[in-house]
């Protein structure tokens, strides 16, 4: 299969955008990938200052793009501010009509070197598998606290879509419901909320921010799209992605920079596949827990402690589980 496009969004942070298409240029496969580079617009009360960090974004693209380090690069610069929603669904949804798969990042990722062969191979390896509707790069640091020691696969099945550093198919992107009409139902209906909720637990709030507010969080409204088609997304053990975005530059992320401290990054692209498709418990538990929004028990917090200090190991005892051990 040829190798899937990249799409780079862009919007006014120059120095992370510079970082991100070095650290892209630096994958084995760059220099036989396509790149689209999507540059939004400033926004109508935008700032001389912002102003100017958006054309200071678009030349920074503009720079890299003549260095011959990928096989083609497209820039679109947008009129307009679009908005990061609209940007994502609009601009995937132009290149993967073409291509009919495509690999997204934004311009704060930071990327393993074999970040381009991973998400290929699993593009290939899963596209017959229809019930996968994405391929994500994240993982969470610290790998040994979250996964089981005899787990014998390099990826996993995850309820919902993580949207940094992702891939997907065109049939797939075809059918998610942009308006989530068939959210109204899931609110009336406590079950399907704890359902959803197993997923990751804060995404619920996020599509109720979407109903409510009529915000366009493009990447709840595709996690909604997993769930009503009962599919799942792929995601490494170790994180082909390090996100460099939490800091106050940030648009739709801050404040994440001590629990997303990563010490290492995916060395190979020898990959383990998991072909039987199945919830592994102890990693959805893990993943709940560390999604969940509240406190962990005194309790737990002494059993984290005990580890740390006597075991030399961090338990990491759950907040709250969806499957009971």
Not at 166 to 188: G, L, P, S
Not at 203 to 208: N, P, S
Not at 252 to 262: D, K, L, R, S, V
Request: glycine content about 4%.
């Amino acid at each position: 299969m040829p190798l899937a496009p990249i799409i780079v969004f862009a919007y006014n942070r120059p120095d992370h955008l510079r970082k991100t298409l070095t650290w892209l240029g630096q994958n084995e496969l760059a220099d036989q990938s396509v790149v689209y580079i999507f540059c939004d617009g400033a926004k109508p009360n935008a700032t001389e200052e912002q102003k100017q960090k958006v054309l200071n974004a678009r030349k920074v693209a503009k720079e890299l793009a003549i260095v011959p380090t990928f096989k083609e690069v497209h820039i679109i610069e947008r009129e307009e501010n679009l908005g990061l929603g609209t940007s994502v669904i609009t601009g995937v949804t132009d290149v993967i009509t073409k291509y009919g798969r495509v690999i997204v990042l934004e311009d704060d990722l930071e990327t393993s070197p074999y970040f381009l062969s991973y998400m290929n191979q699993c593009l290939d390896h899963y596209d017959a598998r229809k019930s996968v509707f994405s391929i994500s790069g994240l993982s969470r640091p610290h790998p040994e606290r979250f996964y089981p020691n005899d787990y014998p696969y390099d990826v996993y099945v995850s309820l919902t879509h993580h949207p940094t550093g992702w891939a997907t198919w065109a049939d797939r992107w075809k059918q998610v419901d942009w308006e989530i009409r068939d959210f109204a139902t899931v609110m009336n209906n406590h079950q399907m909320i704890q359902a959803f909720r197993r997923a990751e637990h804060c995404q619920y709030d996020e599509l109720e921010r979407v109903h409510n507010n009529k915000m366009n969080l493009w990447a709840a409204k595709f996690a909604f799209a997993h769930f009503v088609n009962h599919a799942v997304s792929i995601c490494p053990i170790v994180s082909y992605i390090n996100h460099i975005g939490w800091d106050v530059e940030g648009t739709n992320a801050t404040g994440g920079a001590n629990q997303w401290a990563f010490d290492r990054l995916a060395d190979n692209a020898n990959i383990r596949f998991l072909d039987v498709l199945y919830e592994d418990s102890r990693i959805i538990n893990s993943w709940y827990s560390f999604s969940i929004n509240q406190p962990r028990s005194w309790w737990g917090k002494l059993k984290n402690w005990y580890g740390r200090k006597f075991l030399h190991r961090d338990e990491y005892a759950l907040k709250g589980q969806v499957y009971s051990e």
